[in-house]
């Protein structure tokens, strides 16, 4: 099963998952880079909640739009590094951008940082509890006690050096079938979020993990927080305190095109 064995043999995995020769021979005509996003819920969630992929005022379509680029967004609410390392080698949608793509750009990380004083197995689980009764009153549980369970102890959702683990292996996999396949990556965004007890100590941690990475292997970081700060605390965002405005959207979309023209 891929990703159950030692970072070498899951990258060599994820390499050979990637079809790139059938894919390239079966549309020779095809033109249009491809901006392949891989991504949490901060890429397709608005003001008002999730929006379909093609929405044109979500980041990824703005950057496309922007650079003439077709876009690919893989993406779910609660992605971390590690799901988008399970995207890479079990998506066929990116096994298809891949040969196409202009560019490759990692938007996950900011969950890893957010604190998870209960396991993160115990939140993805909760779904399958069954009967319905008992699994609402699971999930009431489990809402009361992570906002103030965050504001003790560290505990964060996925380890900083994890985290970077799983993009060290995203990156190599990529570099393997195209070694000028240009890669951007992300700095956490900041949140204000009754959820998680507005806390967020997580995130500093994971920035110096994430540009200690960004410094040994030249893949650049945009910096959520620097985009969206001012949106997420204006009263313009999303009223659940961690999904961004209009606003954010277009900060994150103004650094993205910036430095994917500086490595393209």
Same mark, same amino acid.
């Not at 609660?78 to 196409?100: F, K």
């Not at 006690?145 to 964060?156: D, F, I, T």
């Not at 799983?166 to 990156?171: D, G, M, P, V």
């Given at each position: 099963?891929?990703?159950?064995?030692?970072?070498? #043999?899951?990258?060599?995995?994820?390499?050979?998952?990637?079809?790139?020769?059938?894919? !390239?021979?079966?549309?020779?005509?095809? @033109?249009?880079? !491809?901006l392949l996003v891989i991504a949490d819920s901060l890429s397709y969630f608005g003001p008002e909640g999730g929006l379909p992929a093609d929405h044109p005022r979500i980041w990824p379509n703005l950057v496309a739009s922007e650079l003439d680029w077709d876009v690919e967004l893989v993406a779910r609410i609660?992605?971390?590094?590690?799901? /988008?390392?399970?995207?890479?080698?079990?998506?066929?949608?990116?096994?298809?951008?891949?040969?196409?793509a202009g560019a490759v750009v990692f938007a996950v990380g900011g969950m890893d940082s957010l604190p998870s004083p209960l396991p993160t197995a115990l939140r993805e689980?909760?779904?399958y509890v069954r009967p319905a009764g008992l699994r609402r009153v699971v999930r009431s549980v489990y =809402?009361? !006690?992570?906002?103030? /369970?965050? @504001?003790?102890?560290?505990?964060?959702?996925?380890p900083p050096e994890i985290?970077?683990?799983? *993009?060290? =292996?995203?990156?190599?996999?990529?570099a393997q079938l195209r070694p #000028? *396949?240009?890669m951007v990556a992300v700095l956490p965004s900041v949140h204000d979020c009754d959820a998680y007890g507005r806390v967020h100590r997580g995130r500093e941690p994971a920035v110096r993990a994430l540009e200690s990475w960004s410094a040994r292997?030249?893949?650049?970081? !945009?910096? *959520?927080?620097?985009?969206?700060?001012?949106?997420?605390?204006?009263?313009?965002?999303?009223?659940?305190?961690?999904?961004?405005?209009?606003?954010?959207?277009?900060?994150v979309a103004t650094s993205m095109v910036k430095t994917l023209r500086e490595v393209g």
């Open positions: 099963m891929p990703g159950t064995g030692s970072t070498a #043999d899951a990258t060599a995995g994820a390499a050979t998952a990637l079809p790139l020769e059938d894919s !390239v021979s079966a549309d020779p005509a095809r @033109k249009r880079p !491809v609660g992605w971390t590094c590690r799901d /988008a390392y399970w995207a890479l080698i079990g998506d066929p949608r990116v096994w298809a951008a891949v040969p196409y689980l909760i779904r =809402q009361w !006690v992570q906002p103030r /369970a965050s @504001k003790l102890g560290s505990r964060v959702a996925l985290s970077v683990d799983y *993009l060290e =292996q995203c990156r190599t996999a990529l #000028d *396949l240009p292997t030249g893949v650049p970081l !945009v910096d *959520l927080k620097a985009a969206v700060h001012d949106n997420i605390f204006s009263g313009d965002a999303n009223p659940d305190g961690i999904h961004w405005g209009w606003d954010g959207h277009s900060e």
